[in-house]
């Protein structure tokens, strides 16, 4: 497999709005999952990469023009940044495909569909944003946070743009980009895009850095709030990082997201969502519902109908066409895929369709869609991420039993109810403990405020709400306007 796209900068360090050269001379390969080719080689960033970008960052924020201009301006700005990816987006898909195995026809819809909506709705959403208010005499300002560390994963580093970086630039942020290092081309184009969009000098800076300088970011002073989407032992990583200093953190964690069949349901119809739904990106994202709660009367049905989804589902080279879902972006992931299986088969779950590396595909990080049945919600598979194409089917028996296995979980990141009847779909959808349930649907909206419950995470992205949280709230009190307590003399 050859590479056959431009990539900018492949030795060179997006630092404070320019390519520059790194403080090391370290070159990373980038491995195809589809084939296991190297594909190219690029500059590793270091530690003193990311201190340059973090002053830089920090200079910007405290002296530059970034965070003192008019609202309008910033999404100007931010408007130019939006075109420069969307010229982009047809590379950006198809550069993707090769560093992390995702089928061009995923990435069209996650990036040229999903990501331009949400970029988009993020522009809207800022302009009609009020910042500033007056109540009571006292004026409300909220003001930027600060420097902002945002932390995107491989799964998504085109659609995160939208909900995660673009939104702490217009509240008025300077902000490091730290992509995966699973995303050394995506995340090169990004930085290109960046630099067309002209943003003041130190406001931006973009890095796919490894655990080691990813760490030392966290734990940076300079750092203001970090923003992660990622696992959630990550999560928690963070969070002790930035404990001592206090900073914010806005965390999207893991999931282990329910899908509830009612007995009324029309199986066809659940099917033309459930399955994408489910196995999707091969599980790699964060909303998969890898719990299917059947009930126990229409068990056999359902998992008779996700078999026949599974079996028929064409794994293989990203680009083809034809092909419904490709390997699994790091070896890692399909390690921890045939791990799980193992461990389920030993607590007496059942394997229905895959289950096992693809015959007919001699190299290349692959694993089948796998769909398991006989499983109880205390199985480690009905309870741990896999972050890979493993799927439960869970029986139930009426729907308050459901929804007691749906909630039986350390997650609550998103949801999924199948019924023909709305009022008991909404009633049910009320009692999960989620951040985002689907009714008759899969999948979650990016242009409202979307985030998790327990350990899903905290905060919310998207939508005005997503602006708001790379806000501080200060009040500015005039003189004999107010009823608090006056400061001692």
Not at 50 to 71: C, E, I, T, Y
Request: aromatic share 6%; hydrophobic share 45%.
């Amino acid at each position: 497999m050859q590479l056959d796209v431009s990539i900018p900068g492949l030795d060179r360090q997006f630092i404070g709005g320019a390519w520059l050269a790194g403080g090391g001379n370290e070159m990373a390969p980038v491995v195809s999952p589809a084939t296991e080719e190297v594909l190219t080689t690029v500059a590793k960033p270091t530690v003193a990469d990311a201190d340059r970008a973090v002053a830089a960052a920090r200079q910007a924020f405290d002296s530059g023009p970034w965070p003192r201009l008019p609202v309008a301006d910033r999404v100007a700005v931010c408007g130019r940044l939006c075109d420069a990816l969307e010229r982009r987006l047809d590379v950006l898909n198809r550069a993707w495909a090769f560093e992390s195995g995702a089928t061009v026809a995923h990435g069209e819809m996650i990036n040229s569909g999903a990501g331009a909506a949400v970029w988009r709705g993020a522009l809207e959403a800022a302009a009609t944003l009020v910042f500033e208010e007056e109540r009571d005499g006292t004026l409300i300002v909220r003001e930027p946070a600060g420097v902002v560390l945002g932390i995107l994963t491989f799964n998504g580093p085109v659609v995160l743009m939208g909900m995660k970086i673009i939104p702490a630039l217009l509240a008025g942020c300077t902000v490091v980009v730290k992509h995966a290092p699973e995303s050394p081309l995506t995340s090169r184009l990004i930085a290109d895009a960046v630099r067309e969009a002209d943003f003041p000098e130190g406001a931006v800076s973009v890095l796919a850095a490894g655990t080691p300088v990813t760490q030392h970011l966290v734990s940076h002073p300079g750092v203001d709030l970090v923003a992660l989407t990622g696992g959630t032992a990550i999560g928690v990583d963070v969070v002790r990082r930035t404990a001592p200093r206090l900073a914010r953190t806005l965390l999207e964690l893991g999931g282990k997201s329910p899908a509830i069949i009612a007995e009324d349901v029309d199986l066809d119809a659940v099917m033309a969502t459930l399955c994408d739904g489910a196995s999707g990106f091969m599980g790699q994202v964060c909303v998969s519902l890898s719990r299917i709660l059947a009930p126990r009367s229409r068990y056999g049905e359902v998992v008779d109908a996700l078999a026949e989804r599974y079996s028929a589902l064409k794994v293989g080279d990203p680009f083809d066409p034809d092909t419904d879902r490709g390997p699994l972006a790091v070896e890692r992931g399909r390690d921890r895929a045939e791990r799980a299986v193992a461990a389920a088969l030993q607590e007496g779950a059942k394997v229905v369709t895959g289950g096992s590396r693809p015959p007919h595909l001699e190299r290349g990080w692959y694993y089948e869609p796998t769909l398991l049945a006989d499983v109880d919600n205390g199985m480690s598979v009905a309870r741990e991420e896999v972050f890979g194409p493993v799927t439960c089917v869970i029986p139930y028996k009426g729907l308050d039993e459901a929804v007691a296995i749906a909630n039986d979980t350390p997650y609550g990141l998103a949801a999924s109810v199948y019924s023909a009847d709305e009022a008991l779909a909404l009633r049910t959808a009320r009692a999960i403990r989620a951040g985002s349930v689907a009714i008759n649907q899969a999948g979650v909206s990016l242009t409202q405020p979307f985030g998790g419950f327990k350990q899903s995470g905290w905060g919310r992205e998207c939508g005005p709400e997503g602006i708001l949280e790379f806000t501080g709230i200060k009040q500015i009190v005039r003189g004999g306007s107010y009823l608090e307590v006056p400061a001692p003399s």
